[in-house]
């Protein structure tokens, strides 16, 4: 098996949102719009929104990016904030955004 050396050298993020009941279905919207938007950004490499099939309400985000510098220019896009602006009142808790750290 060959390692991919880009992946090495790229940045994983994983992000967890909490939302409640009454915001399930606005959030599989509005994090689908999101995931959209933000594959045709500049240095994103990947961006997939799921829903926990384990925890209610539990969405997440798995994503792949050139650098730091292009998910700090993710964070300002007008489709960020319009994500935020619609799930913030149908939050359950706090957005929590890992960026990833390989073990090997």
Partial sequence: MTE???TSATLHVVATIPIRADGVELARTALAELATATLAE???LAYAAYESGAAPGL??????WRAQADLDQHMTMPHIAR???VLGPHLEGEVAIHPLQPLG
């Fill in 4 to 6: 991919n050396t880009t």
């Fill in 42 to 44: 500049e240095g994103c």
């Fill in 59 to 64: 969405f997440v985000t798995v994503e792949e």
């Fill in 83 to 85: 994500a935020f602006e």
